[in-house]
């Protein structure tokens, strides 16, 4: 059974940055896709960025583009480094795992077999 666990999230000011983990139990990492997702109150679900381990494959929402970097030690965790950090950034950030690089877009929520529970990630001065 996989099981997901996000953590680094907490209270930074603008312009600060955070690293995020997410460690992945019940599933090898090196051949799969890995998505951060994050929810602000009030708002849907967004897919923030993606990581496909088999062969590096990564793709970022344009808000993030420039500031935001995913990795993955290809072993249980994968990582969300977010720098330049702003309010506009404030959200539950969630890892999501695919194990069947299904041939649907990263964006659809439906794609994915096992979410973490969150990690509140939290921009104010």
């Known amino acids: 059974q996989v099981h997901i666990v996000e953590s680094g999230g907490g209270l930074v000011q603008p312009g600060g940055s955070l690293r995020l983990s997410c460690e992945v139990s019940g599933f090898p990492l090196d051949h799969c896709v890995v998505a951060w997702f994050r929810q602000a109150p009030g708002k849907e679900r967004e897919g923030v960025s993606l990581?496909?381990?088999?062969?590096?494959?990564i793709f970022y929402a344009d808000s993030v583009k420039g500031r935001f970097t995913i990795s993955s030690d290809k072993a249980k965790t994968a990582y969300l480094q977010m720098n330049n950090l702003n309010a506009e950034d404030t959200a539950v950030y969630y890892c999501?795992?695919?194990?069947?690089?299904?041939?649907?877009?990263?964006?659809?929520?439906?794609?994915?077999?096992?979410w973490g529970q969150g990690t509140q990630v939290t921009v104010s001065s």
């Open positions: 990581i496909r381990t088999n062969d590096g494959k």
């Open positions: 999501a795992l695919d194990v069947a690089d299904r041939d649907e877009s990263w964006l659809d929520l439906g794609r994915y077999d096992a």
